[in-house]
C-alpha cells in the first residue's frame, strides 16, 4: 500500500507575511571584501520589462552557446549622491555607530527628507571597524518617476584595508556617482525591493490551501480547522491577512547591458505607467520584485560562486514593440 503523504501547504519561511515598515529596502549583509576599495551597492527605479535576443551564456544550459529569447527587467538608474561617511565599531551586540562625516555643501537636495547639520565637524576618526557611505537618489531627474524627495540609504565601502576604505569614501564625499563606477556589463548582483501589494487576501489565495468539500457547513474558501482546543491559535495556522508588501531578495541576476541612450530599450509609446527612458539604465536577465516605479537596491552577489565569467553578454536583438496592445 502506498505511503499517505499530505505535505503542508504554503511557505512559513517569509512569516509573519506583515507589510514592510520602509519601500527603501535595507540591506543587512553585503559580499566579502575584494582587493581593491569600491561601492558595493546602487539604486535605481523600475521602468517595466521586454525582451531580448542573447546568446545563451549558461555554460551548462541544453541552449548553451545558442541565440534565445530571454525576458529582462529595465531600471532606470538616475546618478547617487554621497551625503556623508558612517563609521561602526564591533560590539558583543553586533554594530555599533560611532561617529559620521557629512559633506559641506552640494547635497541641499537632502533637505527635504531629513534635517542637515548645519556645519561639518572635522574629526580624525579612530578605532572604527566598518565604513559605510550615506547616499540618496536623484529622483527629480527622471519623469517615470512623480517624485521629488530624495531615497536616502547606507552603502557599504569594501576592499582593501580600512585606511584605504576611509581614502576612498572621503574622495566620494559631496560627489555623485553613477551606476557604471559600482557594475560591469555580465556582473552578477542581488537586487532588494518590497513587492507589490495585494492587501488583504483570504486563506485560498494567501496560502493556496485547498477548497473544502462543497458539503461543507457555510463557507468552503477557509480552512478547515484552527488547530486543537487550546486557548490560543499557533501562527503556523493558514488565516487571511496582508499578502504582499514584503521585503524580497532575489539573487544572482546578470546585468546584461547598462547603457545611457534610453531610445535603445524605449518601447514605442512608452513602458507602460511608466513613459521614457532618459537617463543610464540596467538591463537585467529576469524579473524583479516589486511594481513600476518601486524603488530597486541592487548589490554585489553574496552567493554566486561558480559557472559564469564576468564577460558582456552577446545581445542580437532588443524588443522596442509596444507593450501597450496596440
Given at each position: 500500500?502506498?505511503?499517505?503523504?499530505?505535505?503542508?501547504?504554503?511557505s512559513?519561511?517569509f512569516?509573519?507575511?506583515?507589510?514592510?515598515?520602509?519601500?527603501?529596502?535595507?540591506?543587512?549583509?553585503?559580499p566579502?571584501?575584494?582587493?581593491?576599495?569600491?561601492?558595493?551597492?546602487?539604486?535605481?527605479?523600475?521602468?517595466?520589462?521586454?525582451?531580448?535576443?542573447?546568446?545563451?551564456?549558461?555554460?551548462?544550459?541544453?541552449?548553451?552557446?545558442q541565440e534565445?529569447?530571454?525576458?529582462?527587467?529595465?531600471?532606470?538608474?538616475?546618478?547617487?549622491?554621497?551625503?556623508?561617511?558612517?563609521?561602526?565599531?564591533?560590539t558583543p551586540?553586533?554594530?555599533?555607530t560611532?561617529?559620521?562625516?557629512?559633506?559641506?555643501?552640494?547635497?541641499?537636495?537632502?533637505?527635504?527628507?531629513?534635517p542637515?547639520?548645519?556645519?561639518?565637524?572635522?574629526k580624525?576618526?579612530?578605532d572604527?571597524d566598518?565604513?559605510r557611505?550615506l547616499?540618496?537618489?536623484?529622483?527629480?531627474?527622471?519623469?517615470?518617476?512623480?517624485?521629488?524627495?530624495?531615497d536616502i540609504m547606507?552603502i557599504?565601502?569594501?576592499?582593501?584595508?580600512?585606511?584605504?576604505?576611509?581614502?576612498?569614501?572621503?574622495?566620494?564625499?559631496?560627489?555623485?556617482?553613477?551606476?557604471?563606477d559600482v557594475?560591469?556589463v555580465?556582473?552578477?548582483?542581488?537586487v532588494?525591493?518590497v513587492t507589490k501589494?495585494k492587501?488583504?487576501?483570504?486563506?485560498?489565495?494567501?496560502?493556496?490551501?485547498?477548497?473544502?468539500?462543497h458539503?461543507?457547513r457555510?463557507?468552503?474558501?477557509?480552512?478547515?480547522?484552527?488547530?486543537?482546543?487550546?486557548?490560543?491559535?499557533?501562527?503556523?495556522?493558514?488565516?487571511?491577512g496582508?499578502?504582499?508588501?514584503?521585503?524580497?531578495t532575489?539573487y544572482?541576476?546578470?546585468i546584461?547591458?547598462?547603457?545611457?541612450?534610453?531610445?535603445?530599450?524605449?518601447?514605442?509609446?512608452?513602458?507602460?505607467h511608466?513613459?521614457?527612458?532618459?537617463?543610464?539604465?540596467?538591463?537585467?536577465?529576469?524579473?524583479?520584485p516589486?511594481?513600476?516605479k518601486?524603488?530597486?537596491r541592487?548589490?554585489?552577489a553574496?552567493?554566486y560562486?561558480?559557472?559564469?565569467?564576468?564577460?558582456?553578454?552577446?545581445?542580437?536583438?532588443?524588443?522596442?514593440?509596444?507593450k501597450?496592445?496596440?
Amino acid at each position: 500500500m502506498a505511503q499517505h503523504s499530505k505535505p503542508k501547504r504554503g511557505s512559513l519561511a517569509f512569516s509573519p507575511r506583515k507589510r514592510a515598515s520602509s519601500e527603501t529596502p535595507r540591506i543587512k549583509s553585503w559580499p566579502a571584501d575584494g582587493e581593491k576599495p569600491c561601492l558595493q551597492g546602487f539604486a535605481g527605479y523600475k521602468a517595466g520589462m521586454t525582451h531580448v535576443l542573447v546568446v545563451d551564456y549558461r555554460p551548462t544550459s541544453t541552449t548553451s552557446g545558442q541565440e534565445v529569447f530571454v525576458p529582462v527587467t529595465i531600471l532606470e538608474t538616475p546618478p547617487m549622491k554621497i551625503a556623508a561617511i558612517r563609521f561602526y565599531e564591533y560590539t558583543p551586540y553586533g554594530l555599533k555607530t560611532k561617529t559620521e562625516i557629512w559633506a559641506d555643501n552640494g547635497i541641499d537636495e537632502l533637505a527635504k527628507r531629513l534635517p542637515l547639520p548645519k556645519k561639518k565637524k572635522e574629526k580624525e576618526v579612530k578605532d572604527f571597524d566598518e565604513i559605510r557611505v550615506l547616499a540618496y537618489t536623484e529622483p527629480w531627474k527622471i519623469t517615470g518617476v512623480p517624485k521629488k524627495v530624495p531615497d536616502i540609504m547606507e552603502i557599504r565601502v569594501g576592499g582593501g584595508n580600512l585606511e584605504e576604505r576611509l581614502k576612498f569614501a572621503e574622495g566620494l564625499l559631496g560627489k555623485e556617482i553613477s551606476v557604471k563606477d559600482v557594475f560591469k556589463v555580465g556582473e552578477m548582483i542581488d537586487v532588494i525591493a518590497v513587492t507589490k501589494g495585494k492587501g488583504f487576501q483570504g486563506h485560498v489565495k494567501r496560502w493556496g490551501v485547498k477548497l473544502l468539500h462543497h458539503k461543507n457547513r457555510k463557507h468552503r474558501r477557509m480552512i478547515g480547522t484552527l488547530g486543537p482546543w487550546l486557548s490560543w491559535v499557533r501562527p503556523t495556522v493558514p488565516q487571511a491577512g496582508q499578502m504582499g508588501y514584503h521585503k524580497r531578495t532575489e539573487y544572482n541576476k546578470r546585468i546584461l547591458k547598462i547603457g545611457e541612450n534610453g531610445e535603445e530599450i524605449t518601447p514605442a509609446g512608452g513602458f507602460p505607467h511608466y513613459g521614457i527612458v532618459r537617463n543610464e539604465y540596467v538591463m537585467l536577465h529576469g524579473s524583479v520584485p516589486g511594481p513600476v516605479k518601486r524603488l530597486i537596491r541592487m548589490r554585489h552577489a553574496v552567493r554566486y560562486w561558480k559557472g559564469v565569467k564576468v564577460e558582456e553578454p552577446q545581445i542580437t536583438y532588443i524588443s522596442t514593440t509596444s507593450k501597450q496592445g496596440v
